[in-house]
């Protein structure tokens, strides 16, 4: 029990007071020995109410280790004047932007991507390249029409399905329809 006592009152005793922030919270440090090793304990006696969002990140860096020094009260006052101009500019801007959009009206029509929409595939399906085409050349060979008429009927049985199929909100496919550099966002 006694060594419980002693090692309170060290800590109560050996405490150094590092600075206070703007909420009145102060900061303490102490170094102890544990192990054979010096070590240093940083902490915090918050004023009022435990609330450990109120601490200010410069000191949260302190208490962390992160920072060998603690924040000076220059440096602090500095910070906070640093952090209401861009709360300032922040508010400028969002004014400026609604100013903005009630010039341009109400008549763009917003959509948004939710779960709910999916891709249109029925467009992307149209945009598949049709067998009539022909070479760069300007001339079909016979190797590519008969390679052409098997992707003709995959093709169709692609769209089939796309048409027997219900709509679903989650695109689905076996990945035989793909050709790369062909699909083209709907119109």
Avoid: H
Wanted: hydrophobic letters at 30%.
């Amino acid at each position: 029990m006694s060594r419980i006592w002693s090692r309170l009152s060290a800590m109560l005793r050996n405490r150094t007071f590092m600075g206070a922030d703007k909420a009145g919270n102060q900061y303490y440090v102490r170094t102890e020995q544990i192990d054979g090793i010096m070590k240093e304990k940083r902490w915090v006696e918050f004023k009022g109410e435990v609330d450990s969002t109120s601490i200010p990140v410069e000191w949260i860096c302190w208490l962390n280790g992160q920072r060998k020094v603690a924040p000076t009260p220059e440096e602090m006052a500095i910070l906070e004047a640093r952090r209401q101009r861009v709360k300032e500019n922040v508010a400028l801007l969002k004014k400026e932007e609604e100013e903005k959009k009630a010039r341009e009206g109400s008549g763009r029509k917003i959509t948004s991507m939710g779960k709910g929409d999916g891709p249109d595939l029925k467009s992307f399906i149209q945009q598949l390249p049709v067998a009539s085409e022909v070479d760069k050349s300007g001339e079909a060979s016979e190797a590519t029409s008969s390679k052409r008429s098997t992707k003709t009927q995959e093709e169709k049985e692609v769209q089939d399905q796309a048409k027997q199929e219900p709509e679903s909100a989650e695109p689905t496919g076996s990945g035989a329809s793909f050709r790369p550099g062909t699909w083209q966002p709907p119109t």
